[in-house]
């Protein structure tokens, strides 16, 4: 019975001309039971509950393997079945047909075409009257900002190297972006983009470089993704737009940055870079910090720093580099004073004494110092010096604190010798007279 | 000067007739052999409470039971109030040498089987001092209301709740609710300083008195001995282990004074790795240990019901103990006690090697 079945379906394949394996002889049932559960449970399970319909796509494919098989083991949990779509959306045939030949019949169209893909998948997305039935929230613009993004524009002119849709989302497993496990998740988007961009051979049509992402894997934003988990920080799509994606250009990179830095934005925008940047038209943000590999800022990037940039422009004892200079001496004499404040708290705990009143304090010198450093966008060393003051005033009242923290611990090691001193004499006096009283 | 004195004194006697207590104090004696050191530890229980209660009494002057206040208070208390710092680490360091003394004098008076008669109520009222101070510290490490106590307090109250009939009931009473809150803070901080030390006090009294008028109980097989009178030999003795204790809590204060933690957060997640008081760590960990089913019983409900048994048990250890009633020793019972407490160290040990 069981060979009959292998032997029809076999011949059934050979007929419609696809190569496939089938299972060898003892996983045969086991699968074909798996699968058939499987299937059963998902349909039972499925959170719209279509009524219960034969789909002969399937039950065939499940019981195949390699590329004819994983796409339907990998669409039990696409996002289109929970919704009730199956295989004839995209594939078109008929599922209820017993035989390969009824299932594939006038309507059948098969994989689309790399270079169609766009239009079957926008079909449906770039229909809100379809859309609206399943997800009323979901964009309808995808298509129309696909084909003014560079990956469209190229498809366009018939290179099919240009990513497509399932490129991004995957084909038959595909996931909305708030799944952690679908590709378009925040932490999963660099190895989405870099799939393509960081393949030389891939990219060997293109002009573009290949370590994009591997910069970005150094980058703070990276950092903040990977190692604090902040969903919240930038990926690829944040600056470079998801289905319209394109570089940004040079009058754009500061306005990208400013969506999520707006305040170093407008200091930027009133410092005499800006006029200059707009006149030699550099790109603002990107000059000083980069653009993939944005590593943390530091203060040493200001004149006469380990890492100066200022210096690529600014020659050594000119005003704007005597002014970077300036803003670096302030930041780097405000920080060490920061420090030892911390410090001698850190000291005064490790005492014994509690100074968590004195470390609140200290934390709005820290505050300072992060609006200083955002200053220096300004390039305005006044400003910065008398925000500066406010935080060495903070910092004074925190040392005094610390001191007085120390002097406590101090007074306490001073109280505990004399007490202790004076509970060992009484404890002496006592073992002299229970001696004296023993000898009476 | 003197004469001030002297007129005081006699002041006093006329209305206090103190002569007869010190009198009282001559005449008993206390025996003097090779455990005599034991006995040090029932004087030194006494003295810890009354740091605990003069150290309590002047919490309570900046201390706020609120779910707003409580941690704050403490932070006050620490941070601002001159000499807070010392005062509540006293308190906290002294409740836990008390209760280690507790278990010091609970065990030496087993294994010096001081419970036979006729000191079988000494005992026994020894038994119900344990689960009063007990109770102090399982109330006490709720009132600072910071993460650990916060949790702590959670699971343990989620353990009173699996005792078969009477758990939830016992739960819902101790947390006044369904979950640790402010009401549980209410209720624990009622307890801690008005039940408790009302309880405390009468038993106490009743511990001291029965002590005082059976006298010290002499170990089996230790014939005639030098003895010594209560006062002022033994007095002074106890009072000299009394100022050494205190110079070492003063030692453990200015330098490690007791922390205030982490303000409790009730919508934070249970932090790894939490756990009691080392006093229950013995209790806590067997409930982690004990395998999900016993005998078709629940093994935590199990644990539970022997843990209740056994402290039962232990109490009623100088009515059990038929031997020592007459004078002979009761190996099996000596036997018994070492496994107890080397259970008890055991799983305590175990508590803090498992738990990083």
Request: hydrophobic share 45%; net charge neutral; with cysteine.
């Amino acid at each position: 019975m069981k060979m009959k079945m292998k032997k029809r379906l076999k011949s059934r394949l050979r007929a419609s001309g696809e190569s496939v394996v089938i299972r060898a002889g003892k996983r045969f049932p086991e699968r074909t039971i798996s699968g058939v559960f499987s299937v059963t449970m998902i349909f039972l399970f499925s959170p719209v509950l279509l009524p219960a319909q034969k789909n002969s796509c399937l039950e065939c494919h499940l019981q195949l393997e390699e590329e004819l098989g994983t796409p339907a083991e990998a669409f039990q949990g696409d996002i289109h079945r929970q919704f009730g779509l199956s295989c004839q959306d995209c594939h078109g045939g008929n599922p209820l047909g017993e035989d390969i030949e009824l299932a594939k019949d006038k309507s059948f169209r098969g994989a689309p075409a790399r270079a169609k893909i766009p239009e079957v998948c926008g079909s449906c997305h770039s229909d809100s009257a379809f859309m609206r039935r399943y997800n009323p929230n979901l964009r309808v613009d995808q298509l129309d900002l696909y084909w003014t993004s560079r990956h469209g524009q190229i498809l366009k002119k018939g290179d099919d190297h240009a990513a497509v849709c399932t490129d991004c989302h995957g084909v038959h497993g595909i996931q909305t972006s708030n799944f952690p496990k679908s590709r378009t998740f925040a932490w999963n988007i660099p190895e989405t983009c870099g799939r393509c961009h960081s393949d030389k051979d891939y990219m060997k049509v293109s002009s573009l470089p290949t370590n994009q992402v591997n910069e970005y894997r150094e980058s703070v934003h990276a950092q903040a993704l990977f190692e604090k988990k902040d969903l919240g920080a930038p990926v690829c799509n944040d600056c470079h737009g998801n289905h319209g994606a394109a570089p940004p250009e040079v009058t754009s990179v500061a306005y990208v940055c400013r969506q999520c830095h707006p305040s170093a934005g407008d200091l930027f925008s009133r410092s005499p870079h800006k006029t200059a940047y707009d006149g030699l038209e550099i790109s603002e943000c990107e000059a000083c910090h980069g653009n993939h590999r944005i590593v943390r800022p530091s203060d040493e990037m200001l004149a006469g720093g380990n890492q100066d940039i200022c210096s690529g422009c600014h020659d050594a004892g000119t005003t704007p580099y005597e002014a970077g200079l300036r803003m670096r001496k302030m930041l780097a004499a405000f920080v060490s004073a920061y420090e030892g404040a911390e410090a001698l708290l850190a000291s005064a705990e490790t005492k014994g004494v509690e100074v968590s009143q004195a470390k609140f304090t200290l934390q709005e010198a820290n505050t300072v110092l992060i609006q200083v450093r955002n200053l220096t966008h300004s390039l305005s060393p006044s400003e910065i010096e008398a925000q500066l003051g406010d935080g060495h005033k903070v910092l004074e009242e925190v040392k005094v604190r610390g001191q007085e923290a120390i002097e406590e611990a101090k007074f306490r090691r001073t109280g505990l010798i004399v007490a202790t001193v004076f509970l060992f004499l009484l404890a002496a006096a006592l073992y002299l007279k229970i001696r004296d009283l023993r000898q009476k | 000067m003197s004469k001030w004195l002297d007129s005081a004194l006699s002041y006093l006697e006329d209305r206090f007739k103190l002569s007869a207590l010190v009198d009282f104090g001559r005449k008993k004696k206390v025996p003097q052999h090779q455990h005599s050191f034991w006995y040090y530890f029932g004087g030194l229980c006494l003295s810890l409470f009354i740091v605990q209660v003069l150290s309590g009494l002047l919490l309570l002057l900046y201390y706020v039971p609120s779910v707003d206040a409580a941690h704050e208070s403490i932070g006050f208390i620490m941070g601002q109030v001159k000499f807070g710092w010392l005062i509540r680490s006293v308190h906290s360091w002294t409740a836990n040498i008390l209760i280690g003394a507790i278990f010091i004098h609970m065990f030496s008076t087993f294994f010096l089987k001081a419970y036979r008669p006729p000191r079988e109520l000494t005992w026994v009222s020894g038994f119900f001092l344990l689960l009063v101070f007990l109770a102090f510290g399982f109330s006490g490490y709720l009132l600072p209301w910071n993460e650990l106590s916060f949790f702590a307090t959670r699971v343990g109250t989620d353990i009173a709740g699996t005792i078969p009939l009477i758990g939830q009931a016992l739960k819902a009473f101790i947390l006044g609710g369904p979950e640790v809150s402010g009401a549980t803070l209410s209720r624990f901080f009622w307890l801690h300083v008005a039940v408790l030390p009302a309880a405390a006090l009468t038993i106490i009294s009743a511990h001291i008195f029965l002590v005082q008028t059976l006298g010290m109980s002499k170990p089996i097989g230790i014939g005639e001995t030098e003895e010594i009178s209560f006062y002022p030999h033994f007095v002074l003795k106890d009072a000299q282990v009394w100022l050494l204790v205190l110079a070492a809590i003063g030692i453990l204060c200015v330098f490690f004074p007791w922390e205030i933690g982490e303000k409790a957060d009730p919508f934070a997640p249970t932090p790894v790795g939490i756990k009691p008081e080392w006093y229950f760590t013995f209790m806590f960990t067997t409930l982690k240990l004990v395998p999900a089913h016993l005998f078709s019983v629940e093994g935590e409900v199990l644990a539970i019901l022997v843990f209740i048994f056994g402290a039962f048990l232990w109490m009623l250890v100088p009515f059990l103990d038929r031997r020592t009633s007459r004078e002979k020793k009761s190996p099996i019972f000596s036997v018994i006690g070492f496994l107890i407490l080397a259970y008890i160290v055991v799983m305590t040990a175990l508590t803090y090697v498992r738990i990083k």
